[in-house]
Every structure is written in C-alpha cells, then in structure tokens.
C-alpha cells in the first residue's frame, strides 16, 4: 500500500494519499490545504482518485475539498452528523480564517461502512467526541488507521470547540481505537505517526 503524509497549510495538518500499488487506485484523506501540493503527489505516484474522505469537517481538513474534487473528479464522504460544521466552512471564521466553501459530500459516511479502493478496503469507525460526526479508516489487513483529530503520539484531540466532547471522544479511544491490536499504525491528522502499542503504554491521558 502507498501511504503519503502530507502536513498542509499554516496548521501543517497531515493529509493523506493512499494507493493501492497493485491497481492504482486511491483516495485523498482530509486535503485541508495546498491542493496544488495534493494534486502534484497524486499525479507522481500514478494514482487514479477513487475518493475524498474527510475524517471530519474543521476547517484544517477541508479547505482544499473543492480543488482536489473538482481536478479528480472523486466523489466526497463525510459523515452526515458533521454536515453543519461543512457548511460554516468548518468554523473557519472563529479563528479569523477565509476558508472556501466545500462541496456538499456526495458520500454520508456511517459505522460499519466500507470504502474499497483496489486491493485495500477501509472499514469506517465513528469516533465522535473532537467533533459530532468525526470518523477513522481501518485498513485490517495493513494493520494501519487513519484516525483524524481523534489519538495523536502523546495527546488526544481537542473538546473546547463547539461541538466537541471529552466524554464522548475518550469512549471512541477506549472502545474503537484501543480494541486495536497494538501494532496497529495510527496516522494521525496532527504530528507523527505512532502505534496503538505505544500510545496505550505512555499516552498521559490513557
């Protein structure tokens, strides 16, 4: 499997390229800036654009939404309880931000959905609690997931903004991402990568 880091924009917030090396297809994970930068990687690995998933809708992970879409022609996945923060170009604005408007997802994203790209399928998790509709891609068989603002290496995903909640996002680390085995890798959308392993041994908030 390709797996391509990419930090974006004045957060450096991690997108991700995926592709399968044996078709070619792939998908972008929270293009959030930079959709030249995006874009250039895609074309450089090969890749045909199966999808445009968005963990979930703040502003960091969605600002280039409308630039990747639009050059591959992909379809967006989001998941449905984050369609509000979407719209309000994913509160852009409380941190004084222009952030363009997103297409609506032609995908609404639930638990239990997969999302097949090639030979690699991701299974979505709902993990709530950074933010309502917030979601992670478990790729099984690559023991890899793809967990947005939910576990970082050493920190967990913020609950102070709107709609956020600490409850709620450490039952998601608990009972989604901590029932992982420990090597699973844990690509983050913020720092570097890390293991369920390591961080179930040395996270503070764990």
Known sequence: MIVKQLPLGVIQTNCYMVGCK?????????????????????KAAGLTIKYV???????D????????????????????????????RGGAGFFGVAAPASPEPDIKLAEGDT??????????L?????????VSFYERSQ??????DVLFAGGIGRTDLPGGDYET??????????????????????????????????????
């Open 22 to 42: 044996e078709t070619g297809e792939g998908v972008v994970i929270d293009p959030g800036d930079e959709a030249e930068r995006v874009l250039a990687e895609v």
């Open 53 to 59: 998933l968005n963990t979930h809708a703040h502003f």
């Open 61 to 88: 992970h969605i600002m280039a939404n409308a630039d990747v879409v639009r050059a591959t022609g992909a379809p967006l996945a989001l998941h449905p309880l984050d369609l509000p923060l979407l719209r309000q």
């Open 115 to 124: 999302i097949v790209f090639g030979r690699h399928t991701f299974e979505v």
């Open 126 to 134: 709902f993990t709530p609690g950074h933010t309502p509709g917030h």
């Open 143 to 148: 023991g890899i997931v793809f967990d947005g």
């Open 169 to 206: 996002l450490m039952e998601s680390i608990t009972e989604k991402l901590m029932t992982l085995p420990d090597d699973t890798v844990v690509c983050s959308g913020h720092g570097p990568v890390t293991t369920i392993g390591r961080e179930r041994a040395g996270n503070p908030w764990l």
